[in-house]
């Protein structure tokens, strides 16, 4: 997978722009205002009964079609790819893109930052702190040197791996000893040498 989406999504982004996917992310995927919370509980599948919201509903980024995706080969989402030859959608959760002429969930840059902006907004609304906490995404000089450098370097001269089978051990050392010194581990042994004195002396009697 990489930064760069694959060859379909480039070519639906030269022929129509990043804005269909940023206009589906900013109303029913992003929740910036309480309209958008109401909008984005009233989606559901296009073609499953009123009832039902159908799994994992997904958003063609061709046209206006919701469609739920119950698995690889099966879901109203496929039907709709099958019947319109729309092969991009929108994973209508964390705004995925999905190919189906690929397959898989692609990954593009520009719909990154699309998804780091409203998920700010988002956050700020929600009057949540979670956007300050985002996984590291390298950049393309990031990249080059994990190309160059894929094996771990070993800084301080040491074996990290041995330090770290040492500090579980160590780690389950201590909770043992804590388990010998407990209350609880006092009680249960006083109770066991109970019971063999009260066995030995049945079979004394």
Known sequence: ?????????NNFKAAKGIQPYKTIYSFIISCTSPESRKRKARVKCSMCC??????????????IFF????????????DHVQLKKHYLAVELVYGKIMCFQCKDYVHDSECTEIEFQYRQKSSRFLQSSSWLYELWCPDQIELELLRRNPYRRNIWGTNSTALQRMRIDLRRLVLRLDWFSSAEHLRQSRQSRYEVNLSRTVRAD
């Open 1 to 9: 997978m990489t930064e760069n989406g694959c060859i379909h999504l």
């Open 50 to 63: 009123p009832q039902s919201y159908g799994p994992r509903l997904h958003s063609c980024l061709h046209c």
């Open 67 to 78: 469609g739920c995706y119950m698995g690889p080969c099966s879901g109203h989402i496929h």
